[in-house]
């Protein structure tokens, strides 16, 4: 079974909607991110938790939300659908430590119509 | 000024050769540095991580590091078909007491021509 999971895998939803993404981890892992890939524009943090009361914004958070129900899940939740945020979404998580290696969830494809 | 540059490619390299891929940062006070592969539609795959200046070898690949001149480089060996793909350079910093945080490059692409 895979380490990291993501749910859905590909979601197509039409612009207002409100949609959830979710991520679970058996690896054990304190933190876990969320990221969104563009083309040409790599890979972007949206939030991140250190721990389960810890909630942090990245660098492209507006318009997003996110919920840290446990150690082992972390939601992304769009409140309001819009079509510049059709893209592909990853979760990540890492140990704490002094380097904290991020290993990759399997990715969600959301288009947003 | 992007915090991590890449050249985006592609990279093109013959079957057997040695593919060369570089990486420069901004933040002097970087302490981690890693390459991912991805393929297209795929999520990102660890393929080596390296810390201290000089070289770190794994296999067919060769990470080299210079924190005095900020860059990170990665060397592929007897390249192959199934290393094409996009290779991402990532930089970890300290953000506050309780954790770090990872700046991706845009990622340079490579074809591996048989």
């Known amino acids: 079974d895979a380490d990291v999971t993501q749910t859905p895998r590909n979601r197509i939803t039409k612009t207002g909607k409100r949609i959830m993404l979710e991520c679970s981890q058996t690896?054990?892992?304190?933190?876990m991110y969320w990221y969104r890939q563009d083309p040409g524009l790599g890979l972007r943090l949206i939030y991140y938790?250190?721990?389960?009361?810890?909630?942090n914004k990245g660098e492209i958070s507006d318009g997003y939300s996110v919920s840290r129900q446990a150690q082992a899940k972390f939601s992304l939740s769009l409140e309001s659908a819009i079509p510049n945020q059709t893209a592909l979404y990853f979760c990540?998580?890492?140990?704490?430590?002094?380097?904290?290696?991020?290993?990759f969830g399997p990715g969600t494809r959301l288009l947003v119509l | 000024q992007k915090e991590v540059e890449q050249n985006s490619g592609p990279l093109s390299v013959p079957e057997g050769a040695i593919a060369s891929l570089n990486c420069t940062y901004s933040?002097?006070?970087?302490?981690?540095f890693f390459w991912y592969r991805q393929y297209s539609g795929k999520s990102p795959e660890l393929i080596m991580s390296?810390?201290?200046?000089g070289d770190k070898e794994d296999g067919r690949f060769t990470a080299q590091l210079n924190k005095a001149s900020q860059y990170v480089s990665l060397l592929i060996r007897d390249s192959q078909p199934s290393d094409s793909a996009t290779y991402l350079c990532a930089v970890n910093n300290r953000i506050k007491a309780a954790g770090n945080k990872l700046t991706f490059g845009g990622g340079t692409r490579v074809l591996v021509k048989p």
């Open positions: 390296i810390y201290s200046n």
């Open positions: 938790s250190f721990d389960v009361k810890d909630i």
């Open positions: 690896k054990g892992h304190d933190r």
């Open positions: 933040d002097r006070g970087s302490q981690s």
């Open positions: 990540a998580t890492a140990q704490a430590g002094s380097q904290e290696t991020q290993y």
